[in-house]
């Protein structure tokens, strides 16, 4: 299986971005979920980002936010998520796939037991989006160990001691937030985000990734062969708002008006 890191590295060989979708795991139930799944790779999809829903999601919009809690409604837990990606990897996906979560589920398990886990159900690696580097130390230990892929983020705000952490303690690649806030999908980016993305890629180690606000075909256009992946999530999730009798008809459409 290809590593989140080396497939991001063949995209930029290739001169282009690795399509990444975010989904939140069991969102609307997790049949459905799986159905999502398989339809994203078809699509083009060549990295999952698979949600793991928390109460709290401070990071992220009220579209991420709402689809957190329409999973915990139907009582997806961390150890579903990972029994889900079990599945997913029988039903034939073969891309990687990172767990994004929040600390607490991680941590309530268990470092150690949680990447043996996930590593045995078919997880690549995870973002654990309110873990800072600075406190991620066992973490990172406990992930290399294992050959399991840690990925951190980075900002608009990120000081270059800062970034040079995030890259230390990354493994798959680098997140970086194209905006000051939390997910959602918006307008435009940001006109200096070109420069941005050229002066990380010049410094960091990792491949990066883009995220945060992705919702328009201009904006794959604008970043495509200057980011190493192109993370898309709330466009994709509103779907399931929607369009909820046909949501793997919806998302697969929403992919294609991305790619156009």
């Known amino acids: 299986m290809t590593s989140m890191k080396q497939t991001l590295l063949d995209a930029r060989a290739n001169g282009r971005s690795a399509f990444i979708p975010f989904i939140m795991a069991g969102d609307p139930d997790m049949a459905?979920?799986?159905?999502?799944?398989?339809?994203?790779?078809?699509?083009?999809?060549?990295?999952?980002?698979?949600?793991?829903?928390?109460?709290?999601?401070?990071?992220?919009?009220?579209?991420?936010?709402?689809?957190?809690?329409?999973?915990l409604a139907q009582g997806t837990t961390l150890t579903s998520v990972l029994d889900l990606v079990a599945q997913l990897r029988a039903?034939?996906?073969?891309?990687?796939?990172?767990?994004?979560?929040?600390?607490?589920?991680?941590?309530?398990?268990?470092?150690?037991?949680?990447?043996?886990?996930?590593?045995?159900?078919?997880?690549?690696?995870?973002?654990?989006?309110?873990?800072?580097?600075?406190?991620?130390?066992?973490?990172?230990?406990?992930?290399?160990?294992?050959?399991?892929e840690t990925v951190f983020l980075c900002s608009p705000?990120?000081?270059?001691?800062?970034?040079?952490?995030?890259?230390?303690?990354?493994?798959?690649?680098?997140?970086?937030?194209?905006?000051?806030?939390?997910?959602?999908?918006?307008?435009?980016l940001s006109n200096s985000l070109d420069d941005v993305l050229k002066t990380l890629r010049a410094a960091l180690k990792n491949p990066v990734a883009v995220g945060f606000g992705i919702s328009q075909p201009e904006h794959i256009r604008q970043l495509t062969g200057k980011a190493d992946g192109i993370v898309v999530g709330s466009f994709l999730i509103k779907s399931i708002e929607e369009a909820p009798q046909n949501i793997v008809a919806s998302i697969t459409e929403k992919v294609r008006f991305l790619q156009k």
């Open 157 to 188: 705000t990120t000081s270059p001691e800062r970034l040079e952490l995030v890259d230390a303690c990354s493994s798959g690649f680098v997140y970086f937030i194209s905006r000051e806030g939390v997910t959602g999908a918006q307008n435009a």
């Open 32 to 71: 459905t979920c799986r159905q999502i799944v398989i339809a994203l790779q078809k699509a083009g999809a060549e990295v999952l980002e698979l949600g793991v829903p928390f109460s709290d999601p401070a990071a992220d919009g009220i579209t991420v936010q709402h689809a957190a809690e329409r999973s």
């Open 91 to 148: 039903d034939g996906v073969t891309m990687p796939i990172c767990l994004f979560s929040y600390l607490n589920p991680v941590y309530h398990m268990g470092y150690e037991p949680f990447i043996k886990r996930a590593l045995q159900a078919g997880a690549n690696g995870a973002l654990l989006v309110d873990l800072p580097p600075e406190e991620a130390k066992d973490y990172c230990t406990i992930a290399r160990q294992h050959g399991f």
